[in-house]
């Protein structure tokens, strides 16, 4: 038993917390599918109610801010990529797929990928690896069985990994991870000094409308940023990567991009992004496959 004090831990203590989970080699393909110079990866998730209910609350009116991002946010995203032809991933906690059952296949049908994203956004780190591996398996099926889809992907909600986690995502067979934030690019994700075969595609806070644009009571958080500021942060994420010839991955939220003066963020970038005419827009399944194969 160690001392708990961090300044006392021993070298095998804290070396081996850095090693649970580490980055493997980058891989930075040459050029990405159909030619491309560069990558963009857009992903949605789909907290919805969830987002009040995975910490345990329930109030009434922040399950409807979530029913807005189903109700309206997520056809409006849909229309929007749709006028670009650009395909993308969609997280969806399984109780809110079950909330709505129609939701994950009209997503699906629209030719996007479907990505696992909790049970109902419970934080990983809370959890026994017994139920951290049933909620993960049990997401998995539901998704599948609502969307027609068999999910490839994995993001753990709030971002919240526990020890267990990456090694119970490949041990279920998933093909890729966007929970982590080691690089900018994709890698080959390291357990306890094996390699897993999942590859990361790296989210980060910077490239996360809510950090930006999300209100909230409790805690009290208010929008740093407006609409046009956030537009500006994406689009030099996206040139600096175009630029790289790397990969540029964002993350929104339907409750959040979805309202009519910020719907237009994501019509800017693709609409800059389709302009510069070589750039694979494609989701993260597409993207990590690809990274793995030719990175």
Known sequence: MHDTAPQNWPENVWRGYVNRVRAGDRLTPGTWPNGGKAALALSFDCDHETFEMGGGKHAVGRLGWGEFGRRVGVPRILDTLHKYDAQASFFIPAVSALI???????????GHEIGVHGWIHEPNATLSETEERDLLNRSRDTLQRLSGQRPVGHRAAHWDLSDNTIRLVAEAGFEYDS?????DSCYELICDGTPTGLVEVPVDWVRDDAVYLLFNRTPPTRPTLTADDVLQIFLREFDAAYDEGGVCQLVMHPFVIGYRSRIWILDELLRHARARGDVFIGSHAAIAAHAKENG
Do not use: L, V
């Open 179 to 183: 929970s982590m934030m080691a690089d």
């Open 100 to 110: 709505d059952p129609d939701e994950p296949r009209r997503i699906a049908d629209a």
